[in-house]
């Protein structure tokens, strides 16, 4: 069996189990709408550039909702199981695949969720767009591989949060300042740059968690 | 877990010291006197504060496992 | 190499010189204030200048003094009188025009003798011309050409205006900086060689060392705030540099938390070094990347992550250099200290 048929397989039954478990994702549809609820129930008005960093902070903690469970459901016996049919770097591509979608799922609904209670600060959607999908892949990158990890340890869900935001800082600050270009609060010439490093982070850290975690893999 | 929790309580202490170190020697004018000398000062002071921190840190592991050697015997 | 004593002596024969030579050797002297710090044209002006570490008695009443606006224009004093070692008077006939079309302009002092060798203050006097004419200033310059001027031959550090004595700092602060990153690599280096491996030893290196590099890096962040304060005004003033140390420490916080949080010792020796590993890529473009794209106070920046070469001179060099190697071998004593211990402890666990 080929890689990418390997992939899709453990693509599609992530979903399925997703789908079939729908409380999951209920659960993160629901974080997000109470999270928007809140921020406009206590600020009514929301300066724009306010709206700019609002926006990454609640993806960055739906983010982490989404995938603390993504290595924690697959139990003992059942990785097992995997490990004698499928390459384990196949194991990562799909769960990363399947949270980079999750992610840029959440990061527009967030996005939907602002602009209809607040009103839509966006000038360039499609630098919004492109920024949203670079965040979306540091993050579910990051979470994946440290979620991975910390499955192995008790209290996953807080060593989680501890172990991975440090990590997506330097991430987090560039889409900080390239959807402020993409709201008109910052006019930037250097915005190549940006997108350029950004993509090379999301890069770096791929090739490592792939290089890293066969090692994870071997219990 | 009890050696996570005292480590960390440790650390915290650690940093909340430093801060106090350097709160005390916040009295502007007499930082600047003298040409800046005693911002050169308060930073030596800083190391060596973290420094002997450090040691009663490396004092209380190296008790504890004396303790455990003890016990053994 | 943890064993052996020769490069622990190394470490604090170097220090040792660090402490004495950037301690004791003095500044060279230079210009601390100046009253009045404004100035009109057409009018004659005393400057009160204070002077830090001069001693303007033994110049042989020869202290030349000048305005300078640019390297064409300099205006020199009709008159210099010393009044003790840290004060002179110099006395400056401003013209009527201004060769510069602003209406505010800020002058350079410049204090030259044969004893003191040359001091320079930036900006020092800011001079307000009423009715603006640069081609009539041109034309009425009396220029001073500013030549001969005296080197100060002692053995010194460079006089920095806001800086002052706090500039010995540099061989107190920026080594921790050093330091940390070099005992976080080799924390790093030993984590790779603990996946090739197997071997715990290495494991047990990585994350001694680690523990050296937070130490320093928390002197760094400590030292860094004082000397912040006196110099920028603020403790912690969102610089790329202090980010970057501050998310240093938060991973290798997480690291230890991680490392605490498994029993078996096997499991917790991999996953750590794998957390290490990542987290080190994680790091490098906070390192190498961000610091060339945004502006920094710390010097060398905007487009230099490294020290600049315009702010060290060959004396500092010479305290500097040793200092970087001093605390680095520091650090590396503390972590093979650590180092020890935590072996010691593993054999004491295997008696159980």
């Not at chain 1, 983010?63 to 459901?73: G, P």
């Not at chain 3, 420490?249 to 078996?264: K, Q, V």
């Amino acid at each position: 069996m080929n890689m990418g048929k390997e992939i899709w397989n453990l693509l599609r039954k992530d979903l399925m189990l997703e789908l079939r478990m729908g409380y999951a994702l209920s659960g993160i549809l629901l974080y997000v709408f109470s999270t928007v609820f809140i921020v406009f129930a206590s600020f009514i008005q929301l300066p724009n550039t306010v709206w700019n960093i609002l926006f990454w902070v609640v993806l960055l903690f739906a983010s982490v909702n989404a995938i603390v469970k993504s290595f924690v459901q697959e139990s003992g016996n059942r990785q097992l199981y995997y490990y004698s049919l499928v390459n384990p770097v196949s194991v990562l591509l799909a769960k990363m695949a399947y949270n980079v979608g999750l992610l840029f799922l959440i990061s527009l609904l967030i996005w939907a969720g602002l602009a209809f209670v607040g009103g839509n600060p966006v000038r360039d959607p499609e630098l919004f767009l492109l920024a949203m999908f670079l965040g979306s892949s540091g993050f579910a990158i990051t979470f994946t591989f440290v979620s991975a990890i910390s499955a192995k340890a008790d209290h996953n869900s807080t060593l989680l949060a501890i172990m991975s935001f440090p990590l997506v800082i330097p991430i987090l600050m560039t889409l900080v300042k390239l959807s402020a270009n993409a709201l008109g609060l910052m006019n930037d010439t250097g915005l190549q740059k940006d997108i350029i490093l950004l993509c090379a982070m999301d890069g770096l850290l791929l090739g490592a968690a792939l290089i890293l975690f066969p090692f994870l893999w071997t219990d | 877990m009890t050696n996570l929790f005292q480590r960390s309580v440790f650390l915290f202490f650690l940093l909340l010291s430093a801060s106090c170190l350097s709160a005390q020697t916040n009295d502007p004018d007499f930082m600047q006197s003298v040409g800046k000398i005693y911002v050169a000062v308060g930073v030596i002071l800083a190391i060596f504060a973290v420094i002997v921190l450090f040691l009663i840190y490396l004092d209380r592991k190296l008790t504890k496992l004396e303790n455990q050697i003890k016990d053994h015997e | 190499m943890v064993y052996q004593t020769w490069w622990k002596a190394l470490g604090v024969v170097l220090l040792v010189y660090t402490f004495i030579a950037g301690l004791l050797i003095p500044l060279k002297p230079g210009i601390s204030s100046v009253h009045p710090s404004n100035a009109a044209t057409g009018e004659e002006v005393v400057l009160e200048i204070n002077g830090y570490n001069t001693l303007f008695t033994r110049s042989g009443e020869e202290v030349r003094a000048w305005l300078k606006m640019d390297d064409a224009y300099a205006l020199g004093a009709s008159g210099v009188e010393i009044v003790d070692d840290q004060h002179i008077r110099a006395r400056f006939y401003i013209p009527a025009f201004l060769p510069d079309s602003g209406r505010v302009r800020d002058f350079t002092l410049l204090l030259d003798d044969p004893f003191n060798g040359a001091c320079v203050l930036p900006s020092a006097v800011f001079i307000t011309q009423d009715s603006i004419d640069p081609a009539m200033g041109k034309a009425q310059w009396v220029n001073a050409p500013i030549k001969g001027l005296h080197a100060n031959d002692g053995l010194s550090f460079p006089f920095r205006n806001i800086l002052k004595e706090s500039i010995r700092n540099t061989y107190f602060h920026v080594p921790l900086w050093f330091a940390m990153v070099f005992l976080f690599l080799f924390s790093v280096g030993y984590s790779v060689r603990y996946l090739r491996t197997g071997t715990h030893d290495n494991d047990r290196r990585a994350h001694a060392l680690a523990v050296g590099g937070v130490l320093f890096g928390m002197m760094g962040l400590v030292t860094g705030a004082i000397w912040a304060k006196n110099t920028w005004g603020a403790y912690w003033s969102w610089d790329v540099k202090q980010n970057m140390t501050a998310i240093a420490l938060l991973i290798y916080f997480a690291y230890f938390i991680l490392r605490g949080s498994f029993e078996d010792p096997e499991k917790r020796a991999r996953l750590a070094a794998v957390y290490n590993l990542f987290a080190f890529v994680a790091l490098i473009p906070l390192i190498y990347v961000i610091p060339r794209l945004t502006d920094s106070l710390h010097p060398g920046s905007g487009g230099n992550p490294a020290f600049g070469s315009d702010d060290l001179d060959n004396t500092m060099r010479m305290v500097f250099y040793p200092a970087i190697l001093g605390w680095t071998l520091l650090g590396f004593w503390i972590a093979s200290v650590v180092y020890r211990m935590e072996r010691l402890r593993d054999r004491v666990l295997e008696f159980y």
